[in-house]
């Protein structure tokens, strides 16, 4: 039985064929909800990291990658600091073992983990100089930092 006032369900989340839930829509900075920068609105940055990983490691000429990344040897940040880009460190973590520690804190309980269990990871990090100490930037950050006309990529 179908009552006057109940319309069909439509398929999945878009309830109807004349409306559609467009919920891919990338974040924006606050206040500012007219301006996109495509260089930080990546979609799947994440993937985009990774093949700079794999990419930056077999590359033969590493400076020419970094340009072709659109990375910056010298820029200005958010508060018009200049930063100098020194190295680009990429680690290899392998998490192998747990610890747990006893009632009390004073001691604890290690355990080897098994193989399915080992967790690996990797961090990408671009480590500038602005003047006084070491940054390090997360691609994402380095990636929207706004170039020196000197020296930048």
């Known amino acids: 039985m179908h009552d006057d ?5 439509g398929v999945g989340h878009n309830h109807g064929a004349t409306s559609v839930a467009q919920w891919q829509t990338p974040h924006r900075a606050e206040g500012n ?6 260089r930080v609105a990546t979609a799947d940055l ?9 990419g930056f490691g077999a590359a033969s000429d590493t400076t020419s990658f970094l340009r072709l990344a ?25 998490d192998v073992g747990s610890i747990t520690p006893h009632l009390g804190g004073q001691s604890y309980r290690y ?15 671009f480590v500038y100089h602005d003047g006084a100490k070491l940054r390090s930037l997360r691609f994402a950050e380095a990636r929207s930092l706004t170039p020196n006309d000197e020296n930048s990529a």
């Open 70 to 94: 659109g990375i910056p040897f010298s820029a200005k940040d958010d508060t018009d600091k200049t930063l100098s880009l020194l190295r680009v460190t990429i680690d290899h973590v392998a």
């Open 5 to 9: 006032h109940e319309e069909a369900a």
């Open 46 to 54: 994440d993937l985009v990291e990774q093949s700079f990983v794999e």
């Open 33 to 38: 909800p007219a301006k996109t920068d495509h």
């Open 111 to 125: 355990d080897p983990l098994p193989a399915k269990l080992v967790s690996k990871r990797q961090t990408l990090r």
